[in-house]
Structures are given as structure tokens and as C-alpha cells.
């Protein structure tokens, strides 16, 4: 028999709180109890620091200049293969209950049912466009409104999804109990939290009082930031905003504090998973993460560790658990799912470039990240290889990081003739990897067609893609086609107690 599988995903995470399952300060006891039982990857990497390209390349087990979802408003093709086809072709029933962020025409990727709607728009609406470097787009791209309004309420928009998503989780679980589907299961259970604005309810915002980790980290001046730096915090209109201590710290509460809305959250979920005594490995993870004030940057879209780096917890039975230091990414996800469920990994390993963390990671090359999206000018690149980092983009010089002796990447050793064969080594390994022109005319491309595809459809009756989630409100509960006591029967669990 197949195992069920159950992936947890948290929106903007950063694995910088996880070295080794929760930090100790976070009031996290469900993830605790979680990691206590998981093999936990210290450091583990997004495909793409943003949304949609990070949960296409966790999808996909492929990195967006292959998926072609360069930014939050890419189209996923349709033809792409992600873990929900590879499963579901296998014999799985495939289940999403909240955020994924796919843009296009089709909302499903493999998944054959759908629980709730999307949080963000499934159009073309959200383009950056090259052509313009520098142009802010006002009504959709960050600012550090989110910082400044940073504060407590008890219902939000981002609340009432995550409330949606747990409650559907729940009630689709009460109902794979119930045995009337015996293929195994994958449900895919993906939250907007802890993701800015940074608001929470009294009672997580409340945990956090006097925390010694809400302090203000050490800010780096505009003019001494790297290049791509800088055009981040033009993106998020710095200018136009002055950022207190105070408003660092109630932003940092705010995060904090949801991170223990979403640990509630998940305890719901598993509890009902206990409860109508199901197995199933769980996975633990989050699309990217946030800067949170390190550096002086917020939100994501950066290779730093804050934006790049995050948490990965896999519980399994055939998988031991413990620290694993060595770096993989969520590309990995895909073939690691797909082994451990027992597929021929022959027939997967063409459309993934990731690699199965089955055995612990023990044999995971270096790992690599792509960034096209809003406050970049052309794509960037990144390589994770042991204790390095390497960086490059056209418009930008290239920086190399000793992870191990520098954790917070203040010292660029990419001039330095001490270390200028690992810089050589992994300028190589970047250049067999990646034409940077070639890139770059293909990103191009796919905001210019996209700007014109978007204004026509706006033009005249518009069609939206956003998932609307099916109810077929005759077939539940009770109604006239069913016999009242086979129901009663079928809709029990358990049974005879």
C-alpha cells in the first residue's frame, strides 16, 4: 500500500528561524512535536525568492527558466509535469486546500480537487516589465506599508483565508476517514502566513512581548548596499517611508506572532490526522522567506539568507530523523515525494531538476536559485555549494560569501585572491549552467507578450482565471436520490464504538 502524503507549506518563512526545526524563542509546539520526529534540513533553499516562482519550481522540481514562471505573473504551462500528475498518474487522489499562486487558465497542475479559491489574481495583471528599470508599478508592488502598519486585529484578509484553508483541510480529512476512496491520498495544505502585512491577533501578537529577538538588526545605508540591494528598497519605495525602531519591532511581533497563528493552524490539522487514526508522511515547508529588517531589506526577492533560506522538515517512516547541514532545495520536494512513494524514479528524473532527499540529502549537488522578477533588470543567479555562496547578474558585479566564517554575508570575497580558485570553480559551474543572454531575450519576451495579452483581456467583458470552488450542494448532507441509512452509515467514523 502507498503512503499517504500530507504537505504543510507557510507562506515567507524563513528558514533563518529554523536551524534545526523551531527556534527556541518561537511558541511553536505543534512543529516542534513535528520536527522532533522529521530528518530537518538546516539549509535548505527556494527555487526563486518570490511566490509564484517558488511554488512553480516547488511544484515542478524544475527552476523558473525552465517552468518559464519568471515572476507573479508567469503562466505555469499547462504541460509542465508537478508532484500532484507524477502521484495522481500513479493512483493517488490529489487534494489543495489553499494558496499556490498559478497564473493562467489552469488552476488544477495535477491536483483533482480543490478546496479553496486563491489569494492573489491568476491574470497577467502583476507583469514587470524590463523595459522600464526603475518604474514602480504603485497598486501592486510592495511598500513598507506593511512595516509602518505593522499591529494587531483580530480578523484580517489574510486570517480569513488561513481560517478557510484549515477548516477545508479539516473536513478533508474527516473525509478520507471514512473510506470511500481506497486510493492513498496527498493533501496539500499551503498557508499566506506568516506573510506581511504584519498583523496578528492579540492572542499570538501577545506571546511575544519583551522578545529579545524583536530588536532592530543593524540596517546597512542605502549608498553602501550592493546594486541589486538598492533597487529592492527603491521597489519598496523606502524614500517615501521613515521606519522607527518601534516600527521594526512591532513588524518582527507581527511576523513572529503569526508564525504561532500558523503552528495553531497545523495543530488542527494534525490532530484531526491523529484522530481519525490515518498515517501519512508529512512534509513541512515555505515557498521563500523574509528579511525581516536584516540588512535593512524586507519581504523576499533576494538571494541573502532571510529571503532565500527555508525551513524543510520531512517526517517518514524510511527517513531518519535529525539535522541534516547539507544545502538542498525545494526543487527537491518532487523526486523526494515521488520516491518515497514508491514511483520508478527513471520515469521522473527527465522533468525534474531537483534530486531525491530519500537518503538524508547525503549525495545533493550544489544547489542553484534563479531570480527575474520585480526590482531586478535582468535575471540573477545563485549558487549553494557547502559553505559558499555565488551570485552573478549581468548588470551587477558578482559576490562570493564563506557562509561558515561570514553567516550574515557582510564580507564579499569575489576580488579576493585568497579564495579566488573556489571563485573560479563556481563562476564555472554557473557559466555551464546558465546563458545569461539567452535569459535574459527570454524573460524579455514573456513580459512584452504578456503586457499585450493582459490589456486586450482587460479591454471588453473580461473572463478571470481565479479558481471558483466547486460545492455541489445536492450531494451533501442528506437529499432525496440517497438512502438516509446507507448515509448515516458511510458518513461515520469510526464505526461500532
Not at 112 to 124: G, K, V
Request: net charge negative.
Amino acid at each position: 500500500m502507498k503512503p499517504n502524503i500530507l504537505i504543510l507549506m507557510a507562506d515567507q518563512l524563513s528558514g533563518v528561524f529554523f536551524p534545526d526545526g523551531p527556534a527556541d524563542f518561537l511558541h511553536t509546539p505543534h512543529l516542534r512535536r513535528l520536527a522532533d520526529r522529521s530528518t530537518r534540513f538546516a539549509n535548505a533553499y527556494t527555487g526563486s525568492p518570490l511566490c509564484a516562482p517558488g511554488r512553480a519550481s516547488f511544484m515542478s522540481g524544475q527552476l523558473p527558466r525552465r517552468t518559464r514562471v519568471y515572476d507573479n505573473a508567469a503562466e505555469f504551462a499547462s504541460d509542465i509535469p508537478t508532484y500532484a500528475h507524477h502521484l495522481r498518474r500513479a493512483g493517488y487522489q490529489t487534494c489543495l486546500s489553499g494558496k499556490m499562486h498559478f497564473v493562467g487558465p489552469d488552476q488544477m497542475h495535477g491536483f483533482e480537487e480543490r478546496l479553496t479559491t486563491d489569494i492573489y489574481p491568476a491574470d497577467f495583471g502583476w507583469t514587470p516589465d524590463y523595459r522600464k528599470p526603475g518604474e514602480r508599478i504603485d497598486w501592486w508592488y510592495h511598500n513598507l506599508g506593511s512595516v509602518t502598519g505593522a499591529g494587531v486585529a483580530e480578523i484580517t484578509n489574510q486570517y480569513e483565508y488561513d481560517d478557510e484553508v484549515a477548516y477545508n483541510a479539516c473536513r478533508k480529512l474527516y473525509d478520507l476517514s471514512r473510506g470511500q476512496d481506497d486510493r492513498p491520498w496527498c493533501l496539500t495544505v499551503s498557508f499566506t502566513h506568516p506573510h506581511d502585512p504584519y498583523v496578528a491577533r492579540r492572542k499570538y501578537w501577545d506571546l511575544y512581548d519583551g522578545a529579545p529577538e524583536l530588536a532592530a538588526p543593524e540596517a546597512i545605508a542605502y549608498q553602501d548596499q550592493d546594486a541589486h540591494s538598492q533597487r529592492l528598497m527603491d521597489a519598496c519605495d523606502w524614500r517615501e517611508f521613515d521606519i522607527t525602531d518601534r516600527d521594526i519591532r512591532r513588524a518582527r511581533q507581527g511576523y513572529f506572532a503569526n508564525i504561532s497563528y500558523i503552528d495553531d493552524k497545523i495543530g488542527e490539522v494534525l490532530d484531526v490526522l491523529e484522530r481519525t487514526r490515518q498515517e501519512a508522511i508529512i512534509l513541512f515547508l515555505s515557498d521563500h522567506g523574509d528579511m525581516l529588517g536584516e540588512r535593512g531589506l524586507w519581504f523576499k526577492m533576494s538571494f541573502y539568507e532571510g529571503s532565500a533560506r527555508v525551513p524543510l522538515m520531512i517526517a517518514a517512516p524510511s527517513m531518519q530523523p535529525g539535522r541534516v547541514d547539507r544545502p538542498v532545495s525545494t526543487i527537491d520536494v518532487l523526486p523526494t515525494l515521488c520516491d518515497l512513494a514508491g514511483l520508478p524514479m527513471d520515469e521522473i528524473a527527465p522533468w525534474t531538476d531537483g534530486e531525491s532527499l530519500a537518503d538524508g540529502g547525503a549525495s545533493r549537488n550544489p544547489v542553484p536559485i534563479e531570480y527575474a522578477a520585480e526590482g531586478s533588470i535582468t535575471p540573477l543567479i545563485a549558487i549553494r555549494d557547502g559553505g559558499w555562496k555565488y551570485t552573478a547578474c549581468k548588470a551587477d558585479p558578482e559576490q562570493l560569501f564563506d557562509l561558515q566564517t561570514d553567516p550574515d554575508e557582510r564580507v564579499n570575497l569575489a576580488g579576493d585572491p585568497a579564495h579566488a580558485a573556489t571563485f573560479q570553480h563556481l563562476r564555472a559551474m554557473a557559466r555551464d549552467r546558465w546563458d545569461l543572454d539567452a535569459y535574459d531575450s527570454e524573460v524579455r519576451q514573456s513580459q512584452a507578450r504578456r503586457w499585450i495579452v493582459y490589456e486586450a483581456l482587460r479591454n471588453g467583458a473580461y473572463y478571470p482565471w481565479d479558481y471558483q470552488p466547486l460545492m455541489q450542494a445536492s450531494e451533501r448532507y442528506m437529499r432525496n436520490h440517497m438512502d438516509l441509512n446507507v448515509l448515516e452509515e458511510n458518513k461515520r467514523f469510526p464505526r461500532g464504538e
